[in-house]
């Protein structure tokens, strides 16, 4: 199947009123691509390994609108581009940029909305869903391999612990060095005893990778309802008992009954890869849920970040063991004493 994307150049202030207008010809599900700087609530939900890195906002915002071409490649009369479906109607790409410029030129009237202009350029489902597969292929953490599902292993892999997992558009692989420092701090201190908590768990990766290792079980927390789905999916192809494993969604920073939940003092491990702002709001929360002795191993850190993590970790009254390094990003790892 393949699409027409109309992409309108506008300004930040503009975007909600030009999508709100669009919206009124038929075009709809607007991808929105700005630099606006990331709210403290926008910081607070994204549990990942690393804070994206955003360039200073030029005010400049691109509102892309996608429409789906007709069966047959069929071209509209007298246009370069096949006809378009537009709910039950049948229209050509020219129409269509005539109906926008003229919602653009209403808008005008009585707010700035920038340039203006629209671009048409054709793209199809295929590039969406599978174009990004050449760019993912298995790798190494020591003795784990990750592979994706449209690979095999190889012959010289068949002795590695063999971690199943595809990328999705939201969580990770095991590829950052962030994970991969979590990874081999979990390897040093597990046993077959370990009951692990995993905050902000995402595709469940650190806490699959622990019960290989030979934890006990585990349970992972995290924000984003989509990471279930991602954390169900990922068990299954690692073989993974529900029992060994339970997820929960919630905020356990600040939601009490996500607290109750979890429980207190019944973790021997807990696993945190999210970000050096998230983790000084998380460890003095977190420690409740350590048994005494449990270990307490951080990343998602960087290196300038590490002396405010180390303080929020000591602040909390627990002993730093260590911190190990890969790339820019660093590990905290501690002990409830």
């Known amino acids: 199947m393949k699409w027409l994307k109309f992409k309108i150049k506008t300004i930040t202030e503009a975007e909600d009123i030009v999508i709100s207008s669009l919206y009124d010809i038929g075009l709809e599900g607007a991808q929105i691509e700005d630099k606006i700087p990331l709210s403290a609530w926008e910081k607070e939900q994204m549990f990942v390994d690393i804070l994206p890195d955003q360039p200073e906002d030029d005010g400049i915002a691109y509102l892309s609108f996608f429409m789906e071409e007709k069966e047959g490649e069929v071209k509209a009369e007298g246009s370069q581009y096949p006809v378009l479906i537009l ?3 049948e229209v050509s790409a020219e129409e269509i ?3 926008a410029y003229a919602v653009l030129d209403e808008v005008k ?4 909305i920038g340039e203006g202009s629209i671009k048409i350029e054709e793209t199809e489902d295929l590039d969406w869903i599978n174009n990004w597969k050449q760019y993912f292929h298995q790798f190494t953490i020591d003795d784990v391999l990750v592979i994706p599902s449209w690979e095999e292993v190889g012959q010289q ?3 590695k612990i063999i971690l199943h997992i595809d990328p999705g558009t939201a969580f990770g692989t095991g590829m950052h060095d962030t994970t991969q420092l979590c990874i081999r701090q979990l390897r040093k201190y597990i046993t077959p005893e370990t009951v692990l908590l995993d905050v902000g768990t995402g595709s469940g990766i650190l806490a699959i990778l622990s019960l290989m290792f030979g934890a006990k079980r585990a349970m992972g927390t995290d924000l984003d309802p989509c990471a279930a789905e991602a954390v169900k999916e990922n068990m299954e192809v690692n073989g993974i008992a529900d029992s060994d494993f339970s997820m929960m969604i919630g905020n356990i920073i600040t ?3 996500v607290q109750d939940q979890v429980g207190y003092e019944c973790y021997d491990i807990v696993v945190a890869n ?11 929360v977190i420690v409740n849920q350590l048994k005494k002795g449990g270990i307490y191993i951080t990343s998602g850190i960087i290196d300038d970040k590490e002396d405010t993590v180390v303080s929020a970790v000591r602040t909390a009254g627990l002993e730093v063991l260590d911190v190990t390094y890969q790339g820019e990003w660093v590990s905290v790892t501690a002990r409830k004493n």
């Not at 009237?109 to 700035?112: A, K, L, R, S, V």
Request: proline fraction near 4%.
């Open 87 to 89: 709910g039950d109607e």
């Open 97 to 99: 940029l005539s109906r």
């Open 109 to 112: 009237e009585f707010m700035e």
């Open 157 to 159: 892999d068949q002795d």
């Open 255 to 257: 939601d009490k009954q």
């Open 274 to 284: 999210i970000l050096a702002e998230v983790l000084v709001e998380l460890t003095p």
